[in-house]
């Protein structure tokens, strides 16, 4: 850290040093020796500092443990998270070095209009923050930021993997941002630093995965405390189990190249192969399942006979007995003969009876 401020220009160390000093209670002006007054009453609308800066330059590197001179609390509680340890502690390249300045870029602007705008008196929340007004990236809602200048942050180190598919998913084009799911400066979840805690009781564990995703899906919040449903609120799964919310190659955001491949990954009983298939089943599971929950039985779209006869004409199971040879569907349920219905290896079983 000294040996960054010694390769500073003397203007610029005279900047930084003012700006420590005021973080103590001390007033003054930047941009000039002269010191001003302080000025008694706060401003009540933001502080918008001047364009370029006291430098008139572009900003440079100032080093964490300026930061840190005002950012004390966020700095102890930042170092604590694994991005923290990282940066902080383990950098693995030149860019992790820089640690806060990674991330929010060159703050020896932002610095020197933060001077400015304590000698006036404000408070640093009172401050105009985001790229236009101090030069760094604050991840702010109120700043002039935009989804695509803070996710741009992320994906310098996070373009790998599941992440690579962030550009085209459906979340970038709607204007999602990272720290939107993503608590970045402290250890809120055991894993991948969401903005929700892990909860858990007796009876059910609440996983930080599933809670960030029903914020907005609301539909499916629903679905999942419909009678039958996936066990996604008592935590045996979670919506990432079946879904990248970072994008991907296949349709939903499916971690699988079709829903019928995706629901194998658990159900694999019913993969086969089988003897004797059963088309729809080959075809889509959502051709008789709802994914999330239903009011039906085993996640059913609709309730037998009527689901098997969407494609199953009807006459010939009428519902009630009529000759002694006729079939009929007893107690309206034809699985109580056609029982393997997602499949048969049985020499017998074409009907699936067996």
Known sequence: MIARLGTARPSMIAVLVGALIICGGVGIASGSAQSTPVSAAPSATPFQPSQGGVTGGPATYVGDETCKACHQAQAHEFSQTTMGKIMLVHPRDENESRGCESCHGPGSRYIAEMAKAMGKGLKPDQVAHGPGAAG???????SDESAEQDNAICLTC??????????????????????????????????????????????????????????????????????????????????????????????????RATVTETCYTCHAEKRGPFLWMHPPVMQNCLNCHQPHGSINRFMLTIRPPRLCQQCHIGTYHPGTPAKANTLFVFSRACLNCHSAIHGSNAPGGMDLTR
């Open 158 to 255: 996070h373009d790998k993997g599941e992440q690579s598919f962030w550009r085209a998913s459906i979340h970038s084009s709607r204007g999602l941002r990272c720290v939107d799911c993503h608590t970045i400066m402290r250890q809120v979840s055991p894993r991948f630093q969401l903005s929700v805690a892990m909860e858990s009781s007796p009876f059910i564990t609440t996983r930080p995965e599933t809670q960030v995703c029903l914020r907005c899906h609301l539909t499916q919040k629903m679905e999942i405390n419909l009678p039958s449903h996936m066990p996604v609120r008592e935590g045996a799964m979670a919506c990432t189990d079946c879904h990248n919310p970072h994008g991907g190659p296949y349709p939903d955001q499916l971690v």
């Open 136 to 142: 760094v990236i604050t991840f702010r809602k109120d």
